[in-house]
């Protein structure tokens, strides 16, 4: 079973800068993207910014050029910097991960959920 921690967030001002952290166990789980999701109240969720083990990095375009996805040496840990946050990054941010495993000769892939945490911008 992959498990998350995840931190960071919290209540920050407009034009404020945080970072998120997340980090999926086992450590030798067979993890080939991750990322960060967020839920706004009455919105769908959206992918906000993923990064997997070849070093491509995907971000929403309300983020391009604001948020930064990056791994540290760590197994299974991504990073979210996020600068000159604006009210509508408010949400809570999901962690996600694909997560690959054999079964019988066959390769299945996993959608694996953090239970998120809040960042609220506000004045």
């Known amino acids: 079973q992959i498990q998350f921690v995840e931190s960071g967030g919290g209540l920050v001002q407009p034009g404020a800068s945080t970072s998120l952290y997340c980090t999926a166990s086992?450590?030798?789980?067979?993890?080939?993207?991750m990322g960060w999701y967020r839920q706004a109240p009455g919105k769908d969720r959206e992918m906000v910014a993923t990064?997997?083990?070849?070093?491509?990095?995907a971000y929403a375009d309300s983020v391009k050029g604001r948020f930064t996805i990056f791994a540290p040496v760590a197994n299974n840990t991504v990073i979210l910097q996020m600068k000159n946050l604006q009210p509508d990054d408010t949400g809570v941010y999901l962690c996600?991960?694909?997560?690959?495993?054999?079964?019988?000769?066959?390769?299945?892939?996993?959608?694996?959920w953090g239970s998120g945490t809040q960042v609220t911008v506000s004045s």
């Open positions: 996600y991960a694909e997560h690959r495993t054999k079964v019988s000769g066959m390769w299945y892939s996993e959608d694996k």
């Open positions: 086992p450590s030798n789980a067979n993890i080939v993207l």
């Open positions: 990064l997997n083990t070849h070093g491509t990095r």
